[in-house]
T-cell receptor, first 111, second 111 residues
């Protein structure tokens, strides 16, 4: 079974721009969660989706948004980028209430 | 506030040593505790623990959960340089796929 895939793997943006990251879950998994990882804060939960519905959201500003499509693929969007948004963005997929498996991440650098 | 605390934050050992990594938690509606290994990429799943006192084992790695005292340990015996990584502890809660992560323990195994 193919693992979780994320695109792009690396991204460089400038302040004020917006960015869209994509995640394709493991086949059969309907739950997708997103995390931000930084050296200072560690892994922090952004949001989770199940069957196209956002079920939970972390403590991030409204500039961070996401969605899930009918094929379970998910995207997250960050608008009006700030320097502090530079991070590794990880996507994880799972069956309902099962182990989460992580993708390779998208490393975002905001200049 | 939900929190997961790992100790030590950093550990340097020699090949062949045995190490014990600690994880304590305070979360509402606990469902399971998970251990991940992270090298310079995505976290890879090691164990999921839901019941107290039942040891999970995989090769040289083992883990156990104490739901009364709210902690878990991860043991690695006969360490190898390939065990060098950040070990992450995370807790899931009922009704959500959200994982609350600790800051991780950085393990360095020297030859």
């Amino acid at each position: 079974k193919a693992g979780v895939t994320q695109t792009p793997r690396y991204l460089i943006k400038t302040r004020g721009q917006q960015v869209t990251l994509s995640c394709s879950p493991i086949s059969g998994h309907r739950s997708v969660s997103w995390y931000q990882q930084t050296p200072g804060q560690g892994l922090q939960f952004l949001f989770e989706y199940f069957s196209e519905t956002q079920r939970n959201k972390g403590n991030f500003p409204g500039r961070f948004s996401g969605r899930q499509f009918s094929n379970s693929r998910s995207e997250m969007n960050v608008s009006t980028l700030e320097l502090g948004d530079s991070a590794l963005y990880l996507c994880a997929s799972s069956g309902l209430w099962e182990t989460q498996y992580f993708g390779p991440g998208t490393r975002l650098l905001v200049l | 506030e939900d929190k997961v605390v790992q100790s030590p934050l950093s550990l340097v050992v020699h090949e062949g040593d045995t190490v014990t990594l600690n994880c304590s938690y305070e979360v509402t509606n606990f469902r399971s505790l998970l251990w991940y290994k992270q090298e310079k990429k995505a976290p890879t799943f090691l164990f999921m623990l839901t019941s107290s006192g039942i040891e999970k084992k995989s090769g040289r790695l083992s883990s156990i959960l104490d739901k009364k005292e709210l902690f878990s340990i991860l043991n690695i015996t006969a360490t190898q340089t390939g065990d060098s990584a950040v070990y992450l502890c995370a807790v899931s809660q009922g009704g959500s796929e959200k994982l609350v992560f600790g800051k991780g323990t950085k393990l360095t195994v020297n030859p």
